[in-house]
């Protein structure tokens, strides 16, 4: 559909994967989703869910540029700011 063939290209007008994420927004209370937001341009989210419950906060850091804690699993945590903008 529309929506689809929009995301696609915005993903492509960034560079695709190594500028772009694809965070849902109720993974945002995720500590292992979190980290693919590091050095990314971009955030797309093709459906949002209503059932974010924990993710406002993480989500409010996200848009404010405000620094995040994450972590690849086994790792310790990183603390970066998100510089992604979400569509």
């Known amino acids: 559909n529309g929506k689809s063939v ?3 290209t915005i993903q492509r007008v960034f560079g695709g994967a190594s500028n ?3 965070v849902e ?4 209370n995720d500590k292992f ?29 996200v848009v ?3 620094p995040i804690q994450a972590c690849y699993k086994g790792k310790d945590f990183i603390q970066f700011k998100p510089r992604c903008k979400l569509f």
């Open 6 to 8: 929009y995301l696609n």
């Open 20 to 22: 772009v994420s694809n």
């Open 25 to 28: 927004l109720t993974a945002f």
């Open 33 to 61: 989703q979190l980290i693919y937001l590091m050095g990314k341009l971009i955030n797309v989210s093709n459906e949002t869910k209503t059932d974010s419950k924990g993710a406002e906060t993480n989500f409010k850091s």
């Open 64 to 66: 404010a540029g405000d």
